[in-house]
């Protein structure tokens, strides 16, 4: 997976609530709230200061699959022209891994490097992607597992068969953040027509505040 998972205007806002920070997404197409998660506190820290130098502003959500994910967060997506190669851009540095929340539908995760480059599984700076992700069933949870070398408590092979997701990205990516309200607008993105590079027809922009 590559640092990677036209008109419309995305806006994060941060609100608190006791113990965990909130993000709002406002889109054309409806409106989510994310809740961003302790377990994963450098990656957290890490958006919220993006965010607050206005980062993200006018960048594109430039990687959709439906059914895997909606991806954004590349610098050089700003502005650029539909011919343009984006999936490498970023800060300039990478963020320690913080691996351990699967991956369902709706959790907001940092994109990295292959393993080939990136043996440490180091998230990008500033691209991250939400999960779309399919039905999952105890088959293939079970395969995962196999795989992987880990077990799925019975909460979270519950809510992998409820909600969906993409569990062959756990005990690889780091998840900091999941959507609590507004899970119909990932339908909507992850549904936009794009090219053979998975790059939307149409621009979505998001502006981060």
Known sequence: MRIVILGLIIIFSFFSCKDHDYVTIETDMGKMEVMLLNTA?????????????????D???H??????MIQGGDPESRGAATSAPLGTGGPGYTIPA?????????MLSAARLGNAVNPKKES?????FIVHGQPVTDAELDASERSKGFKYTPAQ???YKKVGGTPMLDGDYTVFG????????????????????????????????
């Open 41 to 57: 506190p450098q990656h957290k820290a890490n958006f919220r200061k993006l965010v607050n130098e206005g980062y993200y502003n």
């Open 59 to 61: 960048l594109l959500f």
């Open 63 to 68: 990687r959709v699959i439906s059914g895997f």
């Open 98 to 106: 913080e691996i351990g929340t699967p991956h369902f539908k709706g």
């Open 124 to 128: 990008s700076g500033s691209q991250f």
């Open 157 to 159: 092979r519950e809510k």
């Open 178 to 209: 999941e959507v609590v309200k507004g899970m119909d607008v990932i339908d909507k993105i992850a549904a936009t027509e794009r090219d053979n590079r998975d790059r939307p027809l149409k621009d979505i922009k998001m502006k981060i505040y």
